[in-house]
Each structure stands twice: as structure tokens, then as C-alpha cells.
């Protein structure tokens, strides 16, 4: 089983669209857990589900066109990082995989804005609904890496 963590802030425009990805991705083979602005209340569950491969999706500022989306390296995530949630993902991951042997990905999403308010821009959307066949179709080694 896949499993891919969304993770960010709804009331902070599209910051929002981990949790968006979470709660509407669906795919034979994959589970999805929406943990908002606390990742790091979730490690248990995640080690709990013992899932071959872990894609965390969360807004990244990349300097890359709005909706564009990369896998980030682990030891670049805090400099791409929105930063709108507590712990930083790289030690997150680092923990995780202390006690678990999992194949971990981030995926970075540029938004337009993470400024307060709800809602997706249509750049994101667009940028998403690219992102959700690839993850469906166990495309995950076709999202282009970070340079």
C-alpha cells in the first residue's frame, strides 16, 4: 500500500492543497491522510499503516510557474518549504523512517499565494488534477526532481 499525506493550511489559499489532494485522491492501492499544519501528530499512524512508499504533498516555493510540481530532495525541503506547519518535514521524515523502512517523497506544488483566505487558485487546480493521475497510475517516477 501507497500512502500520501497532505499536508498544509485551508484558511491560507493554496496552502490548502495538501489537505485538498488528501480528501479527494483516490486510487486502488493507495491510502491518504490529511494532516493539516501537524504532520508530526501523525508518525504513529503512518507507522502504524507500515506503507511501502510515502508521498508527502504540500505548497513549495520554487520559483516555478503556479501549479508546477517537484519532487524535492529531503535535504533541500526546508529551503523550498512554506513553512506553514510546526516541525520541519526533513526531521519528520527522519523520524519516521528511524523505526520504518519506507521509500519517502516530498512533492512541492508552487502556489500563487498562501496570503489568508480559502480556496484554490486555478493555476494549483489545474497543476493538481496533472499530479493525481500521475500518482494514481503509480507514475511517481515521471514527477520531474528539483534541480
Known sequence: MKLLVGIGNVIRLDDGLGPY????????????????????????????????????????????????????????????????????????????????DVEMLFVGVQPVSVDDGEGLSPEVFQGLEKLFPMLGNNHVGEIPVLD
Request: proline share 8%.
Open 21 to 100: 489532494m488528501a480528501q479527494n485522491f483516490k486510487a486502488d492501492g493507495w491510502e491518504t491522510l490529511d494532516c493539516g499544519t501537524v504532520p508530526e501528530n501523525f508518525t504513529s499512524k503512518i507507522k502504524q499503516l507500515q506503507p511501502e512508499l510515502v508521498v508527502f504533498v504540500d505548497a513549495a516555493e520554487m520559483d516555478l510557474p503556479p501549479g508546477e510540481f517537484r519532487i524535492i530532495p529531503k535535504e533541500q525541503i526546508k529551503d523550498f518549504s512554506c513553512g506553514t506547519h510546526n516541525l520541519p518535514l526533513s526531521l519528520m521524515m527522519d523520524f519516521i523512517q528511524q523505526s520504518l
